[in-house]
C-alpha cells in the first residue's frame, strides 16, 4: 500500500457535502486525514517574500496500490464533482 495526498485546487465553486464525502473516506479503511489550507508565502533564502505559488485550498491523506487506485477517492469529492482541480501525488517513503 503506497501513501498519497490529494490536493484539491481553489478553481472549485465552493460548497458541496464534506461530512459525507469525509465520512465515507474513512469508512474506505485507507484514510489518513487531511485539512483546509489557508493563504501562506513562499520563502527563498535571500529573496524577498512572495505569495505562495500553487492555490492549494486543502488536502487528503489517502492510502492505495496505486495512483489509479487512488483516483477512485476522487469520487464524491465536492471540490472535483464540481469541475474543480484535483492533483494526485504519491508520498514516497524514503
Do not use: C
Given at each position: 500500500m503506497?501513501?498519497y495526498i490529494?490536493?484539491?485546487?481553489?478553481?472549485?465553486p465552493?460548497g458541496?457535502?464534506?461530512?459525507?464525502?469525509i465520512a465515507?473516506l474513512?469508512q474506505?479503511g485507507?484514510?489518513?486525514g487531511?485539512?483546509?489550507i489557508?493563504?501562506?508565502v513562499?520563502?527563498?533564502?535571500g529573496d524577498?517574500?512572495?505569495?505562495?505559488?500553487?492555490?492549494?485550498?486543502?488536502?487528503?491523506?489517502?492510502?492505495a496500490?496505486?495512483?489509479?487506485?487512488?483516483k477512485r477517492?476522487?469520487a464524491g469529492n465536492p471540490?472535483y464533482?464540481?469541475?474543480?482541480?484535483v492533483?494526485i501525488r504519491?508520498?514516497p517513503?524514503?
Amino acid at each position: 500500500m503506497n501513501d498519497y495526498i490529494i490536493l484539491m485546487l481553489n478553481d472549485a465553486p465552493g460548497g458541496g457535502d464534506w461530512d459525507g464525502y469525509i465520512a465515507g473516506l474513512r469508512q474506505s479503511g485507507h484514510f489518513d486525514g487531511g485539512s483546509s489550507i489557508g493563504a501562506g508565502v513562499r520563502l527563498r533564502k535571500g529573496d524577498a517574500d512572495q505569495p505562495a505559488g500553487l492555490a492549494v485550498t486543502g488536502f487528503l491523506h489517502v492510502r492505495a496500490a496505486s495512483i489509479d487506485e487512488a483516483k477512485r477517492y476522487l469520487a464524491g469529492n465536492p471540490d472535483y464533482e464540481a469541475g474543480g482541480s484535483v492533483e494526485i501525488r504519491e508520498l514516497p517513503r524514503e
